[in-house]
């Protein structure tokens, strides 16, 4: 099970035309990596500010799911490269629906793609697969510009889409932002 929701608050959120870029209108969130410090959420960071982006993050198998960072967002990507990540996924997601029912929703990751029927559905707006960076941060720009076409790799209640499988440059994972390395008491 995720860690509960903290009892933090904000202000109500302005979900207009509001720029992407501003901090925390952007939040990637992990839900499980064996552990490890999570590269599901390292990699599409680095992503996001080479373009110019400045996401939050939050790794809810040692951080608690916050309310202040869930309500200010205008994109929630959630990492899921597994089973239990998709399962603790959902749950967020779902959380995430209360707090702030206007945000985008986009679960990203091999577990995202083979259930994308039932994300779609249920609880995402989009859905990637395979090297999810690109498409991600066009993802992101496209619904900065309002731009609904499609982007290859990218499936949307409206238009299926496979795994994105083009060879990307890859900058060197941003962990600024995610808790340390070092053991905790809540590990």
Known sequence: MFRQLSSETSSPVNLGRESLRRSGAILLISCYELGHQPLGVALPLSFLQRSGYNPETLDISVQELQEAKIA?????????PMHTALRLGVQVAQRVREINP?????????????NSDYLLDHWADSVIGG???GPLVQLVGALE?????????????HQAAGPFLEKLSFPVPSRQSLPGLEPTSET
Not at 72 to 80: I, K, L, M
Not at 150 to 155: K, L
């Open 72 to 80: 200010p967002a205008r994109f929630v990507g959630v990492s899921v």
């Open 131 to 133: 090297e999810i960076e």
């Open 145 to 157: 510009r309002g731009d609904s076409n499609t982007i290859p790799g990218v499936a949307r209640s």
């Open 102 to 114: 206007a945000c985008h929703v986009c679960f990203y990751g091999l577990y995202a793609i083979l």
